[in-house]
């Protein structure tokens, strides 16, 4: 009798973690809202302003994490998408932008080769946080998604396998 009561228990546990795992994605997903630069603070709008320089400003989200808010914008300059992390106070926290296996440093792109194989590179983000560079490449290795951060020297410092997702978005970073 003791074994039901036990199972029972531990299904209902299993229930309420699950709930609050969706509860928390759902969090996550009110917490970022899409704005316009007006109603950003006046120094994120200086910041994101002198990144876009004279390029069009796609679309500005505001995102709450771990107790603090954080800005960031999308722009294309001269075709390629390019986004900046933006804090509440307009320091400029990380940016990002896609470059071509050509554009990385020769060590991340051997790096970045070894990875694919005989697979194909799909994207290369270049990304800048704190004064340091690091790469995130996307592969496609016999129909599987991988991905990898690769630090500046080849690096790598993470890889991961990615499972198809139909109708996930345009490939933008969550």
């Given amino acids: 009798m003791q074994i039901r009561y036990i199972v ?24 970022e809202k899409e704005l316009a630069i007006a109603d950003a603070p ?4 200086a910041a994101i ?7 069009a400003i796609e679309k500005i989200t ?5 107790n603090k808010v954080i800005y960031e914008a999308s722009v294309k300059v001269d075709g390629t998408k390019q986004s900046v992390e933006v804090s509440a106070d307009g320091t400029v ?38 004064g340091k560079k690091t790469y995130e ?13 690769i630090a500046a020297d080849g690096t790598i410092q993470e890889d991961e396998e990615k499972s198809e997702h139909k109708g996930h978005g345009d490939g933008d970073k969550d």
Avoid at 8 to 31: C, M, P, Q, R, T
Avoid at 104 to 115: F, G, R, S, T
């Fill in 137 to 149: 490449a996307a592969v496609t290795i016999d129909g599987k998604k991988k991905e990898a951060d």
């Fill in 62 to 66: 505001k995102e709450s994490e771990d």
């Fill in 8 to 31: 029972s228990g531990i299904a209902a546990l299993a229930l309420v973690g699950g709930l609050a795992v969706n509860a928390s994605a759902d969090e996550k997903a009110k917490s």
């Fill in 42 to 45: 006046a120094a994120v709008q």
């Fill in 93 to 130: 926290l990380q940016t990002e932008k896609t470059v071509a296996l050509k554009d990385a440093p020769a060590a991340v792109q051997a790096a970045i080769k070894k990875l694919a194989g005989a697979g194909t590179v799909d994207e290369i983000v270049e990304e800048n946080a704190g």
């Fill in 49 to 55: 302003k002198q990144f876009a320089g004279s390029n």
